[in-house]
C-alpha cells in the first residue's frame, strides 16, 4: 500500500491504558492513527506514533465530530475505528477473590439514576455516536470496520462491576449494525477484555485465570487490530472475549 493510501484508524479513550495500547499496535502495523481522549496524554501519544490528536469526550457528538473532520481533512480516510471508553462506576482497588463475593461488591440498588444514564450513554450511544459519522464515510469507500471495547462482565455478570449490565445493550446494538451494514461491507464487532495489567489481583484470584496472569494491553490491541483488519474480513457481529480463559460459559 502507498504512502497516499496508507490505512487509517481512529481510538477514542486513548490517552493511557487499553486505547493507548490498541494504538501502539495499529501504529506498530503501520496505519496512521487519530487519537481522542479528554486530557493532553493523547497529544503526547500521537506525537510519540507520528499521528493525530483530537482532545474531547465520547459523550459528546460535537467532539467526535472534530475529531472524524480533523481526519479526513488530514488523511483523506477512516478504515477503521476503535471506541474505547471509560470504566463507569469505578475499578476496585483489589481483586481478591475470583468468584467475587459479594461482601466486596457495591450496593447495587443504591446506584442513582444519574449513574446509569451516564454509563449507558458512555457505553452504548457513544458507539451510536460514532458510527452514525462514520457509516456515510465507510458506505462511500465501500468498506469500514468498527471495534467497540466492551468487557468480559457483560458474558457472566459481576455486581462487583454493576454497570456492566448495560454492556448487553452494546452488543445487541453490535449485531444489529453488523446485520444492517453488512451490505456495505461495514463490518462491526466487539472485543471484551477480562482482567488486564491496571488491575491489582491477589495470587489466589490470578490462579483462577487459566493463563495464571493479567492481560496486557497490547493483547487487547492485537484483537482489535485483527478486527479491524483485512484479516477478519468474514467476522462480523461477534463478541470476542481476550480474557485468559476466566469465563467458562459455553456460547
Known amino acids: 500500500m502507498s504512502e497516499a493510501m496508507a490505512r487509517v484508524a481512529i481510538v477514542t479513550g486513548s490517552g493511557q491504558g487499553i486505547g493507548a495500547g490498541v494504538a501502539r499496535v495499529f501504529a506498530a502495523h503501520r496505519w496512521r492513527v487519530a487519537l481522542m481522549s479528554p486530557s493532553e496524554r493523547c497529544e503526547r501519544l500521537a506525537a510519540e506514533l507520528g499521528g493525530l490528536a483530537v482532545r474531547g469526550s465520547v459523550m459528546q457528538t460535537a467532539d467526535l465530530k472534530r475529531l472524524v473532520d480533523t481526519t479526513l481533512e488530514t488523511w483523506g480516510r477512516v478504515d477503521a475505528a476503535v471506541y474505547n471508553m471509560g470504566h463507569g462506576g469505578g475499578v476496585p482497588r483489589l481483586i481478591e477473590e475470583a468468584n467475587f463475593s459479594p461482601e466486596h461488591d ?7 439514576d444519574d449513574l446509569w444514564h451516564e454509563s449507558l450513554d458512555m457505553y452504548v450511544v457513544g458507539v451510536v455516536r460514532l458510527a452514525r459519522l462514520l457509516t456515510p464515510l465507510m458506505q462511500a469507500q465501500r468498506g469500514g470496520s468498527l471495534v467497540a471495547i466492551s468487557s468480559m462482565n457483560a458474558l457472566q455478570p459481576r455486581p462487583m462491576y454493576p454497570m456492566s449490565a448495560l454492556r448487553g445493550a452494546l452488543h445487541a446494538f453490535v449485531k444489529a449494525y453488523a446485520d444492517r451494514y453488512g451490505r456495505d461491507n461495514i463490518r462491526m464487532n466487539a472485543v471484551l477484555p477480562g482482567f488486564c495489567e491496571n488491575v491489582t489481583m491477589t495470587d489466589e484470584a490470578l490462579s483462577r485465570i487459566p493463563l495464571g496472569r493479567t492481560g496486557g494491553f497490547l493483547e487487547i490491541g ?5 478486527l479491524g483488519s483485512s484479516a477478519a474480513s468474514y467476522i462480523t457481529g461477534q463478541m470476542l472475549l481476550v480474557d485468559g480463559g476466566l469465563n467458562r460459559a459455553v456460547r
Request: net charge negative; hydrophobic share 40%.
Open 222 to 226: 492485537e484483537a482489535c487490530h485483527f
Open 106 to 112: 457495591e450496593p447495587l440498588l443504591e446506584l442513582p
